[in-house]
């Protein structure tokens, strides 16, 4: 697609102070300090070449996709299945394969929905882990609630890593489906996905991975995975809010029936029953996010120039000196200490609620996330109301992880008197 606004970032060796002045927000003060914003895997900030590449779709191309003749009809189209083809190269999928969602959570729903009424019966099982967020539990359990089936769960460990013996197990001829976190959004626990679609096929069972937090930091091969579908957010990519990715084997999409219906997903429509597209329109109802599509596009471009390999070193520094230095303050205990893991650090304080640490990190201007981050079962499982999380993107800096760490002895200090 026309990328429209030069990326300063490309070409360029990985430097951060640049790069973080692409990002206009973060120059904002919060309560008079400099913001630190460390809750990217909730949503990330958007840099100047998505800010004003939404600025000119509404300024130059701005009209609606599949249906008009007229110049910017055809404008839109054009970019809007550019970026469907941007997309899908990005993450090495037939162009067919990609269906535009609202987001992680629908392209869940949708798969829970249009997979489920065709493929799931009476005491079939669905396969779901303990680390899931509730946009991986709940459409599976309405799921199974509908259909009578059963919701088969992954334990996990105490260091927040799947227990693969017991998946092994798990696994039966009644199994319809196995629907796991490419990567936990509350742990930042990277699950051997390779393994455990490998494990899945064998038995001829499809895998679905919810790769919300798993785009943002690494190179995803669907082909490569050899993955029936993956989900993923555009928020959380650097895109705005309300347009994500869902991927799918076309062999399954093409069986699938439609999710939502009305405008765009027909063929033709009689008054006695109507006839539908082939995928991915089948599953498109009603005006899409045009914008936000076009510009998920601009997002992944984004990311691009500067280098998925650069991005991935950069938060793997993040994620190692914050772990050492949190790791060192006394009754501070790391939530989620996995082998592999993505820049997330979650924690408790020993005899303090992780909101009140939150709202006075907030006072500092350091915006971290608190709570159970909708994975209320991980919680209750480890007996803790919540944790204070941070979390990483490659704007972030060393210097920031710092005033973090002198954030949360502050709060000790202040708390613990
Ligand atoms: N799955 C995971 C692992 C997430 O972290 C999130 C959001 O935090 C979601 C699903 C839901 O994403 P969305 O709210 O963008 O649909």
Redesign the pocket.
Same mark, same amino acid.
């Given at each position: 697609m026309d990328t429209m606004v030069k990326n300063k970032a490309i070409s360029k060796e990985f430097d951060v102070e640049s790069i973080r002045k692409e990002f206009p927000i973060l120059s904002v003060k919060v309560h008079g300090r400099p913001l630190v914003y460390f809750d990217n895997? #909730?949503s990330s900030q958007k840099p100047l070449f998505v800010i004003k590449a939404i600025e000119k779709y509404y300024e130059t191309v701005n009209s609606n996709v599949h249906r008009g003749v007229h110049h910017l009809s055809s404008l839109a189209t054009d970019q809007f299945e550019a970026a469907r083809k941007t997309i899908a190269t990005h993450i090495n999928a037939n162009i067919d394969e990609v269906i535009f969602t609202r987001?992680?959570?629908e392209a869940i729903n949708l798969v829970a929905y249009s997979f489920g009424e065709v493929f799931v019966k009476e005491g079939d099982e669905i396969i779901i882990s303990h680390m899931e967020?509730h946009?991986?539990i709940v459409p599976w359990q309405i799921l199974c609630q509908r259909k009578k089936a059963v919701l088969k769960v992954i334990p996990i460990t105490e260091s927040g890593e799947l227990r693969m013996d017991e998946y092994k197990k798990l696994l039966s001829s009644k199994t319809k489906l196995v629907a796991v #976190?490419h990567v936990s959004?509350s742990l930042g626990t990277i699950n051997p996905v390779e393994e455990i679609i490998a494990l899945a096929h064998a038995k001829n069972i499809p895998v679905l991975l919810?790769g919300?937090?798993a785009v943002p930091h690494m190179k995803i091969d669907v082909k490569k995975l050899d993955v029936d579908f993956y989900c993923f957010?555009g928020?959380k990519i650097y895109a705005p809010t309300g347009i994500?990715i869902l991927f799918g084997k076309e062999k399954w999409l093409k069986q699938m029936v439609p999710f939502q219906s009305g405008g765009e997903m027909i063929k033709e429509v009689k008054l006695e029953a109507s006839t539908y597209q082939d995928p991915p329109l089948r599953f498109e109802a009603g005006t899409p996010h045009i914008e936000g599509s076009i510009v998920l596009a601009t997002a992944i471009d984004y990311m691009n120039n500067i280098g998925l390999d650069a991005i991935a070193k950069q938060e793997q520094k993040l994620l190692d000196y914050a772990t050492e230095k949190l790791s060192a303050i006394n009754g501070l205990k790391i939530v989620g200490q996995a082998k592999h893991k993505a820049p997330v650090v979650a924690f408790n304080i020993e005899g303090l609620h992780p909101y009140d640490v939150g709202v006075i990190l907030d006072q500092l201007g350091i915006a971290v996330r608190t709570g159970h981050h909708?994975t209320q079962p991980i919680m209750d499982l480890y007996g803790i109301p919540g944790t204070v999380r941070a979390s990483f993107s490659f704007y972030n800096t060393i210097e920031e992880i710092d005033v973090l760490v002198a954030g949360v002895k502050k709060a000790i200090d202040m708390l613990k008197k």
């Amino acid at each position: 697609m026309d990328t429209m606004v030069k990326n300063k970032a490309i070409s360029k060796e990985f430097d951060v102070e640049s790069i973080r002045k692409e990002f206009p927000i973060l120059s904002v003060k919060v309560h008079g300090r400099p913001l630190v914003y460390f809750d990217n895997a #909730a949503s990330s900030q958007k840099p100047l070449f998505v800010i004003k590449a939404i600025e000119k779709y509404y300024e130059t191309v701005n009209s609606n996709v599949h249906r008009g003749v007229h110049h910017l009809s055809s404008l839109a189209t054009d970019q809007f299945e550019a970026a469907r083809k941007t997309i899908a190269t990005h993450i090495n999928a037939n162009i067919d394969e990609v269906i535009f969602t609202r987001g992680t959570t629908e392209a869940i729903n949708l798969v829970a929905y249009s997979f489920g009424e065709v493929f799931v019966k009476e005491g079939d099982e669905i396969i779901i882990s303990h680390m899931e967020h509730h946009s991986n539990i709940v459409p599976w359990q309405i799921l199974c609630q509908r259909k009578k089936a059963v919701l088969k769960v992954i334990p996990i460990t105490e260091s927040g890593e799947l227990r693969m013996d017991e998946y092994k197990k798990l696994l039966s001829s009644k199994t319809k489906l196995v629907a796991v #976190a490419h990567v936990s959004n509350s742990l930042g626990t990277i699950n051997p996905v390779e393994e455990i679609i490998a494990l899945a096929h064998a038995k001829n069972i499809p895998v679905l991975l919810d790769g919300a937090q798993a785009v943002p930091h690494m190179k995803i091969d669907v082909k490569k995975l050899d993955v029936d579908f993956y989900c993923f957010s555009g928020h959380k990519i650097y895109a705005p809010t309300g347009i994500g990715i869902l991927f799918g084997k076309e062999k399954w999409l093409k069986q699938m029936v439609p999710f939502q219906s009305g405008g765009e997903m027909i063929k033709e429509v009689k008054l006695e029953a109507s006839t539908y597209q082939d995928p991915p329109l089948r599953f498109e109802a009603g005006t899409p996010h045009i914008e936000g599509s076009i510009v998920l596009a601009t997002a992944i471009d984004y990311m691009n120039n500067i280098g998925l390999d650069a991005i991935a070193k950069q938060e793997q520094k993040l994620l190692d000196y914050a772990t050492e230095k949190l790791s060192a303050i006394n009754g501070l205990k790391i939530v989620g200490q996995a082998k592999h893991k993505a820049p997330v650090v979650a924690f408790n304080i020993e005899g303090l609620h992780p909101y009140d640490v939150g709202v006075i990190l907030d006072q500092l201007g350091i915006a971290v996330r608190t709570g159970h981050h909708c994975t209320q079962p991980i919680m209750d499982l480890y007996g803790i109301p919540g944790t204070v999380r941070a979390s990483f993107s490659f704007y972030n800096t060393i210097e920031e992880i710092d005033v973090l760490v002198a954030g949360v002895k502050k709060a000790i200090d202040m708390l613990k008197k």
